[in-house]
């Protein structure tokens, strides 16, 4: 893939919740183990499964391997679109646009499923139950654990800037993934089957972190759309890890004990039941202190069949990780917490 000068003033990323829709549900709905991914796979996967999206419109859209149609990925209109603007995106796709994609699909898989069908005969008015779907699993296997991987994909973005800044565009591209190589204005990605038609495609590439996506790259050229790259972000390996929120002492003072001990024991999604059994707070009690973090933007809800779970958002770990290195500069100066 060729870059002109205007090509390389346009390279930007963008965090997208939709390239992680796709990866993910190929991987909860698989059979193969994953070593980083468990953690998240065992608490997902049931909520999922009991809500049968394993039979549903997405699992005749994303097979186990292979392609996935375009338009389930929509260019992002900026650096981080929310994951209910990018269904609107979805929705509003023109119906050509689908039926090619379909139609791309059935060659690769053989066929369309009974859903699929449906769809390619009238996009307009199937649509809707397909962003209807692809909400419900959002809210069940993403929307819990988003804080977190937000934030990966977050520290991913402004280490591929500084990079940049220091070294140059050429830099950021050799260091992005094994398969990519940049030399004399191209760009080459080893075992792409296909090249890219830069005068087709919009200007610029559009560079998506992903969580999910990998150890591989994903392509995507849907012009008039710049050309889209999804690569594996960095630090996924320690994503699912349990971090000790060593700094809570001093958060305490701030928010309050119970209030804090709440957050340190949502480094996973949880229930107000849940939490009241592992922390000996009343019920009532974590009911009153969750309502609190969540009008300060410091936990979210989200309902899971006929419960609901909580989940730190990313402001919650960036406070935590902040506290937790406050307190350890502070132990290695000596000074008391």
């Known amino acids: 893939m060729a870059f002109s000068a205007d090509d390389l003033a346009q390279v930007r990323f963008a965090v997208s919740p939709m390239w992680e829709v796709a990866p993910s549900f190929r ?32 699992a005749e859209l994303i097979g186990p391997s292979g ?21 609107a995106t979805i929705l509003a796709t023109p119906p050509d646009r689908v039926r090619r994609d379909l139609d791309h699909l059935a060659r690769h898989q053989g066929h369309l499923g009974p859903r699929l069908t449906s769809l390619r005969a009238d996009p307009a008015a199937r649509l809707s139950r397909l962003t209807q779907e ?31 800044a220091e070294h140059g565009t050429g830099r950021l591209f050799n260091d992005l993934h094994s398969s990519i190589s940049w030399d004399a204005n191209t760009l080459s990605l080893v075992r792409r089957k296909q090249l ?92 009153q202190h969750l309502t609190a973090l969540r009008d300060a933007g410091l936990v979210s809800a989200h309902r899971a069949g006929r419960s609901v779970l909580y989940a730190r958002t990313a402001a919650a770990e960036t406070l935590l990780d902040a506290a937790s290195l406050t307190c350890s500069t502070s132990r290695r100066k000596g000074r008391p917490e």
Request: hydrophobic content about 40%; proline content about 12%; cysteine-free.
């Open 27 to 58: 991987l909860l709905t698989s059979d193969t183990a994953h070593p980083v991914h468990r953690p998240w796979i065992e608490q997902a996967r049931p909520r999922v499964l009991a809500a049968g999206l394993d039979r549903g419109w997405l």
């Open 67 to 87: 392609y996935v149609p375009d338009f389930l990925t929509p260019a992002p209109g900026g650096p981080a679109p929310g994951p209910a603007a990018e269904r």
């Open 134 to 164: 692809i909400e419900t699993y959002w809210e069940l296997a993403l929307a819990p654990y988003w804080g977190r991987i937000r934030a990966v994909l977050d520290a991913d973005v402004f280490h591929r800037a500084r990079t940049v």
């Open 196 to 287: 890219i038609p830069r005068p087709r495609t919009g200007a610029g590439l559009l560079l998506i972190p992903s969580a999910f996506t990998g150890p591989g790259l994903r392509t995507q050229v849907s012009p008039p759309d710049p050309p889209q790259l999804a690569y594996p972000a960095r630090g996924i390996g320690t994503l699912w890890e349990t971090r000790t929120a060593i700094g809570t002492p001093a958060l305490a003072t701030v928010l309050g004990r119970s209030r804090t001990l709440l957050l340190a024991e949502l480094a996973g999604p949880a229930s107000t039941t849940e939490l009241a059994r592992r922390t000996g707070l009343s019920p009532a009690g974590v009911s």
